[in-house]
Nanobody, 115 residues
Framework: QVQLVESGGGLVQPGGSLRLSCAAS????????WGWFRQAPGKERELVAT???????IYGDSVQGRFTISTGNAKDTMYLQMDSLKPEDTAVYYC?????????WGQGTQVIVST
C-alpha cells in the first residue's frame, strides 16, 4: 500500500504561483505512475498532469505550458509547479499513485485563485 499526503495549497492572486507537494510513504519504490488531478465545485475530477518512472509527462490542455510536474530523486515526493494561475484553476488538487494496478489517492489540498 501507499499513503499520499498533499501540501502547498492556499490562496493566490491571478498570475501568481504555487508549488504543490505530494509525499508518499509505504511501497514508494513500486510506484510506476502518479499524477495530479483536480476537482472544482460542481465539476468532475479532471487530469492535471501525470508522470511515470521514465519521467514521461502528460498535461491537461488547460494547464499545458503553465504547470510543471516533477518527482524528487528519492522517488517519494511529487511536485506540481503552478505558474500564471487563473481563477479557473481554483479547485481541490489530489495526488494519485498507481501501484500494482491499484489507484491510491491523497486527501487533497485546496487551491484558490482570487483577488
Amino acid at each position: 500500500q501507499v499513503q499520499l499526503v498533499e501540501s502547498g495549497g492556499g490562496l493566490v492572486q491571478p498570475g501568481g504561483s504555487l508549488r504543490l507537494s505530494c509525499a508518499a510513504s509505504g511501497r514508494v519504490l513500486s510506484i510506476y505512475d502518479w499524477g495530479w488531478f483536480r476537482q472544482a465545485p460542481g465539476k468532475e475530477r479532471e487530469l492535471v498532469a501525470t508522470i511515470n518512472n521514465e519521467r514521461n509527462t502528460i498535461y491537461g490542455d488547460s494547464v499545458q505550458g503553465r504547470f510543471t510536474i516533477s518527482t524528487g530523486n528519492a522517488k517519494d515526493t511529487m511536485y506540481l509547479q503552478m505558474d500564471s494561475l487563473k481563477p479557473e484553476d481554483t479547485a481541490v488538487y489530489y495526488c494519485k499513485a498507481v501501484v500494482g494496478g491499484f489507484d491510491y489517492w491523497g486527501q487533497g489540498t485546496q487551491v484558490i485563485v482570487s483577488t
